[in-house]
């Protein structure tokens, strides 16, 4: 523990009774100090302990990581690896935080600044653990998305076969199948044919897995739509999970209307919104309203 | 009494559908996704299956006086110290109490808009004119966003007036991005919900111009996935949240009804409605993920902006939603929550309620402002009066009209 002696306290005059918390005698403290230390702008060790004793409390405290980054910045001599390490931790015990991955990235940037290049690898292991939690942890995924676009990450094979191990556990990760869109899609450059025929048997079979799982049939017509590929394409695989004898999938009807109407088959599309009426219930109106804009 | 019928007879759709649901989920391969879902679904129907098994009359509704006398207890004393992790967050705090009591039609007194008007000021931060999320922090957007709809809800007109409009202006062009979007705060991250706060802080205060809103409509619509809904940044997944704000924030710059001219409006309709489940009513806010409370504004709150889009009432199944807020998601003793398995909190509590809200009004839309108008239609929702909440602004999550309040206080 560094020497705080000298800090002089400000306490706030007449503190709004409504909605005030009770912060314990060691909060205030802590706080009392470190709103002190950045009035007067402090970069030094003494600074950096005491934000972390502050996000250790109350992760979400914006102004003390933003103050944190300006004295690790004043720091010429504090470790960056050590910052993203201790990062890490904080990250592990706070899982739903917008303020962590934020800064990594940060970091990461004067960490590119500094010494010009930074080894990727060192990111997978706490990424791995993050997940290994929650495996939709919506920030998570939202770092993972910042390094494949700064690291230009896209097609990257790696980065393909994580979200491959990631579907193979749970095939309903909605959040693996939108980051492998982003690795395939993300920077808008052209998949060679051979690639495109690749990924669209890649998620056929996840749909052959798991016919009632809106991930797969989302990022289906998601290709469709990317690439402007005829939907119609898709009918055989529409028509097999259509079949009210065997199997069957409210996507898959959804999907079949479509290339219907794309048909302008729009008796059959008609029918198949009628079924949905009845078998998804729950949207009746909304499968009623589909049919209902259909010109003849 | 006959609509508790209605309630009850739709529940009792819900329910008999439910066994549909499984037919050949469960022959796909287990994972955590299908464990957790189950989970939740069991814990759902065994409460849809006592409720159904009791007369019609002993319906749930809305048990208005707990909740307020909840929502009135955290506002007449302090916070006991577990609060302390939402000390960033004390603007928040204050709005998702004063409009929870908003909205269940309690007044707000002079005394009490005083009270809000002083701690709102409290934490506006001296050098930006603008509101952060407590006394001494900095700046925040989403802080400045929540402070400014605790004024307008509370009717803190004179607090509001002292806020220095220039400054403010000021501040949020130095959070604008060359490319269109808005960070939080100095060093902050920019994502569709600084974008949303942004544009309601500069509606609100009558300052959003061209230099604010350039390229902004660009970034929101380059925020749209594969799947219909919005993502935080361009590339992440769609998720309720962040839908409710870009489609909400795409609805101030230009209007609901030319929605279709910058998005694919086909695709979020298709997205949004699939928020919402057989088994359990209520709505989730990302595939694959489990019913949550507080997505019955985020995700069903699109609901008023698509219809006025569309011309289509109803796209969203309003009765269901309502099944899921009265018999799931209020706690006891009182206050609202996520699910059965979670207690109730003060941002549950209100955007359950803004929720509850939408499943009772149309919204009207007409030069600019936005009316509600309860459904009248016994075949679409309850109109029971103990169930009744105010009508809810579908853009600013504020009771219909007390924005325009606000905005005429500024433009004087």
Known sequence: MYDYSDIIVEEPVEPSPLCQILYSDEFKHLIGIAKALMRSNEHSER??????????????????????????????????????????????????????????????????????NFDLKQEYPILERMLDQDSKNYHVWSYRRWLVKRFNLFRDTDELKYTEKMLEEDVRNNSAWNHRFFVLFGDKKTLTNDHVQREISYVTSKVDIAPTNPSSWNYLKGIYTQLGLDITNLQPLATKYSDLGAVHSQYAFELLAEIFERQKLFDQAINIYALLEEKDSIRKRYWRWRSSRLNF | MAQRTLNYDKLQELFAASDQVDEFRIKEPASKTIESQMEVEMDILKIYEDILGQDKSQFPTLRSKSHSKYINAFLSRPLPAPFTALDASQPWIVYWLVNSKALLGEEIDPELSERVGYKILECVDAETGAIGGGSGQMAHLAATYAGLLALTVSKSYNAAAQLDRHKIYNWLLQMKQPDGSFIMHYNGEADTRAVY????VASLLDILDDKLAYKT????????????GFSGYPGDEAHGGYTFCAVAALSMLRSPTELPSVIDLDNLISWTVQRQYNVEGGLSGRTNKLVDGCYSHWAGGLTPLLEIATGQRDLLNRIQLQNYILCCCQDEPAGLRDKPSTRADFYHTNYVLCGLSMTQHYQEYKDGTYTGHRIADPSITDILDVNQVRSLDPIYGVPNGMASQMIALYRA
């Open chain 1, 47 to 116: 600074a950096l302990e005491i934000t972390e004793k502050v996000i250790e409390k109350v992760a979400a405290h914006y102004t003390i990581w933003s103050y944190r980054l300006s004295i690790v910045k004043g720091l010429e001599n504090y470790s960056l690896d050590k910052e993203l390490e201790w990062c890490g931790q904080i990250a592990l015990n706070n899982p739903k935080n917008y303020q962590i991955w934020h800064y990594r990235s940060l970091i990461i940037e004067l960490i590119l600044e500094r010494n010009g």
């Open chain 2, 197 to 200: 706060c942004a544009i309601c």
């Open chain 2, 217 to 228: 409509i660009d970034w929101l619509a380059s925020c749209q996935t594969y799947e219909g």
